[in-house]
């Protein structure tokens, strides 16, 4: 079984502070994804990395960097927090010759005040 | 303008009964569909998927149906569980390989 494992799992900051969320995989997967999941919105892309190095920009990119340490690690940085980033954000992993199959961790649930 | 759109956004049924939830895309290219299901506290999870030159795949009381013409796309479950409530995410991707584009979710919930 495929393991994204995120932190922190809830986290409150005020605007214009400054959060890092991480993501570690276990599974030797290439590809890493960042989404944000928002009631009637789904799930939106917001970043994601084929590999250690790379980084892609995806759908809502506006307001987040992203940086891909390793193969297992991927962090999201928002360096100017806003009340509008306030959702859960979660982090996926897919490996390349697998299909498309996403493997999701538990989220992280970011409060900005 | 959300390219993959999912109706309804919440759905209440009872136990043993069967649930339909539907979703409509925009782009023609679009060509691998999985339904993704999501239970309270969790990350989302593969529940089936289809691919366009497919018209129905079945895995036990879950069928996704697939309608090329019309760009929809259904998931029925039959003799519905209260252990069915979830969020559930109807996606699409250009190949196997691309990113997906998620539609908005069904929050279902099956009472007993």
């Known amino acids: 079984e495929a393991a994204v494992t995120q932190s922190p799992r809830n986290k409150v900051t005020v605007t214009g502070g400054n959060v890092t969320l991480s993501c570690r995989q276990t599974?030797?997967?290439?590809?890493m994804y960042w989404y944000r999941q928002d009631t009637g919105h789904g799930l939106r892309l917001i970043h994601y990395?084929?590999?250690?190095?790379?980084?892609q920009i995806g759908d809502v990119p506006d307001g987040y960097k992203a940086t891909r340490t390793t193969q297992e690690d991927f962090f999201l940085l928002l360096e100017l927090a806003s009340p509008s980033q306030t959702s859960l954000y979660f982090c996926?992993?897919?490996?390349?010759?697998?299909?498309?199959?996403?493997?999701f961790g538990e989220g992280s649930r970011l409060i900005v005040v | 303008q959300q390219q993959v759109r999912q109706s309804p956004q919440s759905l209440t049924v009872w136990e043993g009964g069967t649930t339909v939830l539907t979703c409509s895309y925009e782009d023609s290219t679009f060509n691998y569909f999985p339904w993704y299901q999501q239970f309270p506290g969790e990350g989302p999870a593969l529940l089936i998927s289809?691919?366009?030159?497919?018209d129905k795949k079945e895995d036990g009381r879950f069928t996704t149906f697939f309608n090329k013409r019309e760009k929809k796309l259904s998931l029925h479950i039959i003799d519905s569980q209260p252990g069915d409530s979830a969020i559930y995410f109807c996606s699409a991707s250009k190949n196997a390989g691309a990113k997906l584009t998620f539609g908005g979710g069904t929050r279902l919930t099956v009472r007993p």
């Open positions: 996926a992993s897919r490996a390349t010759d697998s299909g498309n199959t996403l493997y």
């Open positions: 599974n030797s997967h290439n590809y």
């Open positions: 990395s084929y590999g250690a190095g790379n980084l």
């Open positions: 289809i691919l366009s030159v497919s």
